[in-house]
């Protein structure tokens, strides 16, 4: 520099100079933005998925809530009411169905507002449209998340640890009646207005928890319409004594399942068929099997069978996202979702949720 001014020498070093510290800055301000972006679609992912995640499990908990409490005649006392229309033809009230990669679930449950009233039976499918996680209810769609890569279900059935009784076929001789016949192999004859029963004398000793009952239980000459009660019962003292646990069912032709508590400890238990009719039937019981489950384990499978699904006490939902755009993370193989693997192409970033949800009351 002279003492006229800048020479054009200078002027074109200081604009290199500049270009050079422009370019740096804004490097620096691409990678910082895109940074910045990048975590915005992880977070709104994250976000999204756990509440979508949240509103799933308050729903699927309540499947197969079908009981509600009203007023009864007297002060102080209550009326239990079975809701119509909450369970399958199967007796439970969920409807499951596989695919890749997204499965499909249904579930029924009662609808109580909040003032405790009964306002109807709801009917809910979840299940993918494409990368969209849809809700159905009553032909009404809602989406709930996008960029939904993978959904999937399993069920959780309680596992199985000790066979109490096996009577698999039903030996007729080891069975007792009272206020009933029996002929052949275990066909019970019921005559009139009478309560009654048929007690196996195979003894065994019950401890608090819960028991599945596997069985054969069919209905004709007039049952199952003649009959306002059929369950299966758990007494002490050679089937006389108090009730230890005890589940209501409707006769189905084939086999049957179903979970129940035990509430008494007892060294003499027996199992009892017990039924209260209001005409003349017939039932044909063809297989008992009294296991002991463990309620705080569970076996999971990806598709239940018609006779698991009463049975089913647990659903472990997947849900894989994916960023809706590109960010830094690059990721190549696959990932796996319960049964299926899932590929992943593209520098997105990927996250698989998992939620465990207990359904106490299907298949009640």
């Known amino acids: 520099m002279n003492s006229k001014g800048v020479t054009l020498i200078e002027v074109i070093i200081y604009a290199v100079l500049l270009v050079i510290v422009s370019m740096i800055i804004g490097s620096q301000v691409k990678t910082m933005l895109k940074s910045y972006t990048g975590g915005q679609r992880v977070s709104s992912i994250q976000g999204g998925s756990r ?4 509103m799933l499990a308050r729903e699927i908990r309540n499947t197969g809530f079908k009981r509600t409490l009203t007023p009864g005649t007297s ?19 969920i409807k499951p169905s596989e695919g ?21 039976v709801d009917d809910i499918t979840y299940a993918l449209s494409g990368t969209i996680l849809q809700r159905v209810l009553d032909n009404n769609t809602t989406d709930l998340a996008q960029n939904v890569q993978a959904l999937q279900f399993q069920y959780g059935l309680h596992s199985e640890n000790q066979v109490l ?35 196996c004398n195979t003894s065994f000793s019950l401890t608090r928890g819960h028991v599945r009952v596997s069985f054969n239980v069919s209905g004709a000459d007039g049952f199952p319409e003649a009959l306002s009660e059929i369950k299966w019962v758990l007494r002490g003292n050679e089937g ?17 399942q179903f979970d129940f508590p035990v509430l008494l400890e007892n060294n003499d238990a027996r199992l009892s068929l017990e039924f209260t009719s209001t005409g003349n039937g017939k039932l044909q019981v063809s297989e008992v099997v009294l296991t002991k489950v463990s309620t705080d384990r569970f076996t999971w499978v990806n598709m239940p069978d018609s006779i698991q699904r009463p049975l089913v006490k647990a659903v472990k939902v997947f849900l894989l996202t994916r960023t809706s755009g590109e960010t830094d993370t690059k990721r190549s193989g696959s990932i796996t979702v319960a049964n299926y693997n899932c590929p992943t192409v593209g520098n997105y970033t990927w996250r698989l949720y998992e939620e465990i949800i207990e359904i106490p009351n299907n298949g009640l």
């Open 75 to 93: 002060a102080g006392t209550w009326t239990i009411n079975d809701v119509a229309g909450v369970t399958f033809s199967d007796g439970s009230s």
């Open 165 to 199: 009784l096996n009577q698999r076929p039903v030996v007729g001789a080891s069975w007792d009646t009272v206020n009933c016949t029996k002929s052949g192999n275990m066909q019970i004859n019921v005559v009139g207005n009478v309560s009654g029963r048929v007690t």
């Open 51 to 54: 509440d979508v995640l949240a």
């Open 100 to 120: 890749t990669p997204g499965d499909r679930l249904n579930i029924r449950k009662a609808n109580i507002n909040a003032s405790g009233d009964l306002t109807g």
């Open 240 to 256: 006389n004594g108090a009730v230890l646990g005890s589940e209501s069912f409707l006769p189905r032709s084939g086999k049957n």
